[in-house]
């Protein structure tokens, strides 16, 4: 299968290629030249089978032959061998209406660590086989930054920057992303919005000079390989259904289109959904252009929802550019239009399309309160608030047949919870220790020069931490065991700390002989 961008169809990209950029050069982002559909009876197989085994299929019609069946198999099973739940997305039927896909049973308890556990030893994998290294960046708004830190911490050839907006996201968000101790990962705490961590981030890729100098990636939703392994769970979702022959609605809390887009390319393969709804909190672009066809960008509105505080959603260019017909000049006038006056408007032919598979509602902060304590009372289910966002537009609309992604485990927004329902939410025995864990946070103020200037800084100095090495071996160390030297260098390259008292030990013997000398 090949990609294109969704503002330039002339070029043609490769999966790896596309793994890798993360963001076309032209701003764009990257989508398949199309969409497998598969047939009756090939849906009907893969809803037989588990987790796992359907995640195994449907990379492979993405990703083609990037990776070898057993390589791609052993990913998988790494990635979800240690979920709290063996069916990894359960599903909960909690009445004859309404069932919750719990996706939030990995290690930073979110959604987003369905994807990045994946993507993490995707990139791992090209790396090593092209013997090469990467500086990954992120943006989030509370989930990316920690599923992130947890699934690239240590990885060789991986750097990892993460930025995140200050003091608008959970306690419990922040300190999955700080109290990781690894040398390779550099978490950033930017003073203003999500959104304005985010066109940092774009606006490193289009820095030329740095993002091929460093091989800059990005896994934030942006990067399609994301977007591909979300699809699963809708599948998922369906596999654990005793019905399967009825059309359901899936009601998606979402701020970034990503979760939600990814149950539209599920869609266009042939499962049989319904309506995709749009659930968010008073940051409503979405449901405003929904209704009225306009998408113009406000101010970012702080709530007990964060990882929904966003009034850029990326993602949405993906289906514009399908709404448009897949004519990039369309799709670049409009972004043209939203980067230079902060809006653009869909026409009534493009409006009835988004119509024809989507809904969309939004509560604010006082209905979410009411519904995280409406589902305890009635249904003895504690959620977190992104998950009641959800439901309260399942109530206010009475779907049938509608399934509720549960995006976050609720002991990430523990104070919200209490305030609902006065009862504090536990976290998962893994994750007890975290309010005992060291912070390590890097703050700077939201200027795109900072950013770069840091990360520039981190490649120097491990730069010059393998050039004296390689000199004092150059110089100290007889032809035989130079290549083996040098192997270490290339084995430890990514560690930091390991290099620093490598170089400590050199610097002591030095320090001996010259004291001997003398």
Known sequence: MQYISTRDQKHKFSFEDILLKGLADDGGLFVPESIPELDENLIT??????????????????????????????????????????RVTPLKIIDDRISILELHHGPTLAFKDLAMQLLSRMIEHVLDRNKKRASIICATSGDTGGAAVSAFANKNNIDLYVLFPKNRISEVQRRFMTTNSASNVHVISIDGTFDDCQNIVKALFKDKKLSNSVQLTAVNSINWARIMIQVMYYFSAYSQLDDKSGKINFIVPTGNFGDIFAGYIAKKMGLSINQLVIATNKNNILEKCFKSGDYEISGVIPTISPSMDIQISSNFERLLFDLVGRKSKIVCEKMADLANHNRFKLDNEQLTQFRASFGAGSLDDSETLEIIKKVYLEYNEIIDPHT?????????????????????????????????????????????????????????????????????????????????????????VDEIEQEEYMEIITEYYDDDEILREIIEMEIHEIQKKNKMDD
């Not at 987790?51 to 979800?80: C, R």
């Not at 992604?405 to 976290?427: E, M, R």
């Not at 994750?431 to 200027?447: A, D, H, L, P, T």
């Open 45 to 86: 197989e893969l809803l037989s089978k588990d987790y796992q085994n359907i995640t195994f299929e449907i990379v492979k019609f993405f990703a083609g032959d990037t990776f070898e069946a057993s390589k791609l198999s052993q990913m998988i099973e790494e990635s979800y061998c240690n979920f709290r739940d063996r």
């Open 388 to 476: 009641a966002v959800a439901m309260g537009i399942q109530f206010k609309n009475k779907y049938e047949q509608s399934v509720i992604l549960s995006t976050a485990h609720p002991a990430k927004f523990p104070d919200t919870v209490d305030k609902a329902i006065g009862k504090y939410p536990q976290l998962p025995i893994a994750n007890v220790n975290i309010y005992k864990q060291e912070e390590r946070i890097i703050s700077k103020n939201n200027k795109l020069n900072e950013i770069k200037e840091y990360i520039e800084h981190v490649l120097r100095e491990k730069k010059q931490i393998v050039d004296f090495l390689t000199k004092k071996i150059s110089e100290e």
